[in-house]
């Protein structure tokens, strides 16, 4: 079983700044990539910004600049800074893990999400 728990979610003015964590734990052999994703009310959930276990990132056009996805492998953990926060940046903001949890099987886990939100 493996658990992904996000944290750092928040209420901020439009120009500032959160920083968010997710930390996976259980039967972990590795995990590949990580990312955030999040979702507003009405709207699908979109891809915020992903990360390998290597270090390449990948970010949405809407975030590029302004976001920073950041990992500690060792402790298997995925952070998100997010600086010069825009009211349309807020969402329920969801981490996913790409987990091993053994050599041969490979499961997607999604934490319950961190609520942002950037007020005008």
């Known amino acids: 079983q493996v658990q992904v728990v996000e944290s750092g979610g928040g209420l901020v003015q439009a120009g500032g700044s959160l920083r968010l964590s997710c930390a996976a734990s259980g039967t972990i052999f590795s995990i590949n990539a990580m990312g955030w994703y999040r979702q507003a009310p009405g709207k699908q959930r979109e891809l915020v910004a992903t990360?390998?276990?290597?270090?390449?990132?990948n970010y949405s056009d809407s975030v590029k600049g302004r976001f920073t996805i950041s990992r500690d492998n060792a402790k298997n953990t995925v952070y998100l800074q997010m600086n010069t926060l825009k009211p349309e940046d807020t969402a329920v903001y969801y981490c996913?893990?790409?987990?091993?949890?053994?050599?041969?099987?490979?499961?997607?886990?999604w934490g319950q999400g961190t609520q942002v939100t950037v007020s005008s």
């Open positions: 990360i390998t276990s290597g270090g390449s990132t």
């Open positions: 996913n893990a790409q987990v091993l949890t053994t050599l041969f099987h490979k499961y997607a886990y």
